[in-house]
Each structure stands twice: as structure tokens, then as C-alpha cells.
């Protein structure tokens, strides 16, 4: 009997013991967990930052480089959605995308899904800081971080996005995707196509590149403004695809011809113009666009400009070329506005225009224009549009729309560029009015405050208090008001017809000239003190 009370006695101290220990251990388990959970357990990946460490994981591999960079590649994808809620601790993963390029040079994933996580990312950490913080002040960062930390960890994310990729381009050479991806990020998130340029060559050049990626490389061209140098890629593609009876071919590089070719010229030659005509008119924007046009800052029409060389040459008795566009106008051979110098005016260079076709392609015109035959399309136009001695606007070439291949206008095949730039002025006009409007109503409040309180407030916030009515604010903001004599005006909008003061009046439409701000009446009490008074 005493055997088996020592026996269970024992028994049960040791169920005891395992419990307590059992018990011990959960709760120390569920303190670590509820400690980790906060701070998310996946920093554990910044314990290889570098060469060194990657180095390590090589030598702990046993030679088993591939496998190692495998495991690697999941603890990293599971870091990065770990770090995914503070977008500043990114910048750590590099370090590990190094190191599986380094144990696998050829791990084609590691490369696109670190562009996509350097370059992706760091770009929309940029702009998202622009958005938030447009001013470029703190305003209240919610994060323990500096902006201009911020912005220096974002533009080094993208500039690491391109080392990575150089790097797969040198050391993984029989894939296209590094060179390729590097073109998109100088695109589409440094915006700047002409940096995009050689990694685009350069992926045309690998044995895996598909077709359509020589398409990209006279797109990056008319982004870059080399409209000649894309129109020619254009074109050498389309006579390829007319030789190889690809009618998929045909369609896309004959629409591209037409929109990112000729359009995108001609709506930059009507953007230049816009910008000269509104510079030389002190800030002011045109009625339409046609007003551009008959301004005289818009060039003239290669029939005017060939027209006047023939001329020219006839009266002259040779065959060289005109020194220019101003030694015509002087001799009377071509129209020039009188009441605009020359030096105002945008015109192209012309000195090298000859009647040959080709000539009219490679050189910077208004319009550019090529034969049917030089396309290759004589099969693809019907019988009425079919003029073999002529040469042929593009953009009606491909949408085959117009009756006559004579009614080229100066603004002929552009019109959703007209369409776009008057958008812009009815834009420009509508938020003109909506910011008189906003200063009616700040006016009319500045009153009513200096009525009741007998001056005005110290800020345009104060009337704002949660006693008055809200008031819509458009995008005419911000304000600049002076609290001594209540005068408001538009930042935006620095015209005098937009500076309002109390004492004179709430009409922002002022007509004629309005007087500067310096001789415009004050109130009677000059000094914030006085006006308190009053």
C-alpha cells in the first residue's frame, strides 16, 4: 500500500510539474506573439544587408547556390508584404534582391519582381509624397520620417531599380525582360523617355525579344520629340509588314503613324505655338485656336512655303536654296505679319526643303506627308483617293474621311488637338469665374466680420468657425489677404481684375484698367490697431 501511495503521489507530482511547466511555456509563447505582433516578425530579412552576409548564405549553401536563392526569394516575398504598411522600410529589401542575383544570376523573377518593388513602389512613394504635400512642409507627417528623407529614399529606390536591371543585363544576357522592364521604369516612372531609349534598343537585341517590342522604340522616339527619327522607324516597320502580308502589322503601324506620329508632331507644334502666342500676349490665352493661325504663330503650309521657293528661285535664275524664311518675306516672295518681328515667330527650318518626298519626311514640317508609293499602299486606297503624283497628308491617308486630298489646312487631321486646347481655355475661363465667385463670398464675410467685431480677422480661416456656413473652396486657391486693410486677392489667378477690396466693392469683373494695388483707397484706419478700434 505504501508502494503505490509513493507511486501515485509521485504520479501526480509530476503531472504537476509538466503542467506547470506546460502552462509556463504557452504564456511565454503568447507574450512573444502578442509583443511580435505589432511590429510584424518579418525584419529578420535586414540580417543580410550585404555582400558579406550573401557570402555567408553561399558558403552555408554547400554549393547549393540555386536552392539557397530560392528560399531567399520566399523569405523575401514574404518580407515585402510584410513591410507593405511602411513603404519607407522597402529600401532593406534591395539588399536581398542583391543577394539572390548574386547566387543566381540567371533568376529572371528576382529581377522583375524587384523593379516592381523598388521601382513601382518608390515612384508612387514620390508622387504620393507630391500629393500629399504639394507645399513641401511637414503638414503633420504621420510617420516618424522627414519628407526630404522621404524623397532621397524614393529616388533611390528607382535609381536601385536600374542598377538591378543593368546588373541582369550584363550577367544574364540571353533575356530580354532586364532591359526591358529598365525601359518602362525610365518611362513610366522617372518620366523620361529619352533615357528609356538605349534599354529598349538594347532588349530588341536579345534572341527571346518578341515583335512587339520594336514598336517601342519609335514610340519612345515621338515621346522624346524625335518626330522625324519615329516616323522613319514607323515607316521602315510598315514596309516590312506590307513585304511580310501581315495585316496585323499594317493596321497597328498605320494607326501608330497616324496618332503618335503625326498627331502627337502636330499637337506639339499647336502646344509650342499656343505657349508662344499666349508669352508674347502677357500671359493671356487665345479665343481659339484658329486665332493662333492667323497671328501668324503657326508655320505656313508646305504648298505656301514651296510656292514662294519656286518663286523665288525663278526670279533669282537658280536652283539653290533661299537663305531662310525672313530673306523671302524681305524680298517679297512670302507673307509675313508685319505687326509681329520675325524673331517672335516659330517657324521651322526649311532651308534644306526640296520637292523630293523623302526630303519632305526627314525635315521638320507642319505636316508630315509621304507618297502612296513610298508606303507601299496602293492596294489599301480606293480608287478615288488614289493621286500617284501627289503627296499625301498622313492622317487622311488613314482615316480616309476627307473628299479631296487638296483641302489640307493649316489645322487639317488635328482636330482633337483644337478640341483639346479650347477645352483648356473654357477650363481656364470656368475656373477664373468660380474663383470670383469664392471671392464674392470671402468679401461679403470680411464685412459682416468687421461689423460684428469691428475689424477685420487675423487669417481668411476665421471665417471659416464652425457658426458660419461652409464655404466650397475651388482650385483658384489659395488667398493672399492682408488682415490691416482686408484686401483679398488670388494667388492663382494675379490679375488686378481679381483683387478685391472690401471698401470698394465685391464686382470682380473689373473693366478698363484697374488701378495698382498701391493707389487703390484704403479703409480710413491705416494700422491694424486702428482698425481694432474702429
Not at 504620393?128 to 504635400?133: N, Q
Request: net charge negative; proline share 7%.
Amino acid at each position: 500500500m505504501r508502494r503505490r501511495g509513493a507511486i501515485r503521489r509521485g504520479f501526480l507530482a509530476g503531472l504537476g510539474l509538466f503542467a506547470l511547466a506546460g502552462g509556463f511555456s504557452v504564456w511565454r509563447q503568447m507574450e512573444y506573439v502578442r509583443n511580435m505582433r505589432p511590429y510584424r516578425p518579418y525584419l529578420s530579412i535586414s540580417l543580410f544587408p550585404g555582400a558579406r552576409q550573401t557570402e555567408m548564405v553561399r558558403t552555408l549553401s554547400l554549393g547549393y547556390d540555386h536552392m539557397a536563392s530560392v528560399f531567399l526569394w520566399l523569405r523575401t516575398i514574404q518580407d515585402f508584404g510584410g513591410q507593405f504598411r511602411d513603404p519607407f522600410a522597402l529600401r532593406s529589401l534591395s539588399s536581398a534582391f542583391w543577394g539572390i542575383v548574386t547566387l543566381d544570376p540567371h533568376f529572371t523573377e528576382a529581377y522583375d519582381f524587384g523593379g516592381l518593388v523598388l521601382g513601382d513602389e518608390g515612384g508612387d512613394l514620390g508622387r504620393w509624397l507630391e500629393r500629399v504635400h504639394p507645399d513641401g512642409t511637414h503638414g503633420g507627417w504621420p510617420m516618424l520620417r522627414t519628407e526630404a528623407e522621404a524623397y532621397a529614399s524614393a529616388e533611390w529606390m528607382v535609381e536601385e531599380t536600374l542598377r538591378l536591371h543593368e546588373y541582369g543585363i550584363e550577367h544574364d544576357p540571353d533575356h530580354y525582360r532586364s532591359a526591358y522592364n529598365a525601359a518602362y521604369t525610365c518611362l513610366m516612372t522617372l518620366r523620361e523617355p529619352e533615357r528609356a531609349i538605349p534599354y529598349a534598343e538594347v532588349a530588341t537585341l536579345k534572341s527571346d525579344c518578341p515583335d512587339w517590342v520594336q514598336g517601342t522604340i519609335p514610340y519612345l522616339r515621338g515621346r522624346s520629340g524625335e518626330f522625324r527619327v519615329a516616323l522613319s522607324l514607323w515607316f521602315s516597320q510598315l514596309r516590312d509588314a506590307i513585304r511580310n502580308g501581315d495585316e496585323l502589322g499594317i493596321s497597328i503601324r498605320t494607326s501608330k503613324i497616324a496618332e503618335d506620329g503625326v498627331n502627337a508632331w502636330n499637337s506639339r507644334i499647336l502646344t509650342d505655338a499656343m505657349n508662344l502666342w499666349a508669352a508674347f500676349h502677357g500671359g493671356a490665352l487665345p479665343e481659339s485656336v484658329e486665332q493662333i493661325g492667323r497671328d501668324g504663330f503657326l508655320a505656313y503650309s508646305t504648298e505656301d512655303i514651296l510656292a514662294s521657293i519656286a518663286a523665288w528661285r525663278e526670279a533669282h535664275g537658280t536652283v539653290d536654296m533661299p537663305p531662310g524664311l525672313t530673306t523671302l518675306a524681305r524680298e517679297g516672295f512670302f507673307p509675313l505679319d508685319p505687326a509681329h518681328p520675325p524673331e517672335r515667330l516659330r517657324f521651322f527650318d526649311f532651308a534644306r526643303y526640296a520637292e523630293d518626298v523623302q526630303t519632305l519626311i526627314e525635315t521638320a514640317t507642319p505636316f508630315a506627308r509621304i507618297t502612296e508609293q513610298e508606303l507601299g499602299l496602293e492596294k489599301y486606297l480606293t480608287v478615288e483617293n488614289r493621286l500617284p503624283d501627289c503627296p499625301l497628308n498622313l492622317h487622311y491617308l488613314m482615316s480616309g474621311n476627307r473628299t479631296g486630298i487638296d483641302r489640307i489646312a493649316l489645322l487639317g487631321g488635328i482636330g482633337y488637338v483644337i478640341d483639346r486646347v479650347d477645352r483648356q481655355v473654357r477650363d481656364t475661363n470656368r475656373l477664373f469665374e468660380d474663383t470670383a465667385r469664392d471671392l464674392v463670398a470671402i468679401v461679403n464675410r470680411l464685412r459682416e466680420h468687421r461689423v460684428a467685431s469691428g475689424a477685420y480677422p487675423a487669417t481668411i480661416d476665421e471665417l471659416f468657425s464652425p457658426g458660419l456656413a461652409p464655404l466650397e473652396r475651388g482650385t483658384g486657391q489659395p488667398f493672399a489677404y492682408d488682415p490691416a486693410t482686408g484686401i483679398v486677392r488670388s494667388v492663382y489667378f494675379p490679375q488686378p481684375e481679381l483683387v478685391i477690396d472690401p471698401m470698394e466693392g465685391v464686382d470682380p469683373f473689373l473693366m478698363g484698367q484697374p488701378r495698382p494695388l498701391d493707389e487703390r483707397p484704403r479703409p480710413a484706419t491705416a494700422s491694424p490697431e486702428a482698425s481694432r478700434q474702429s
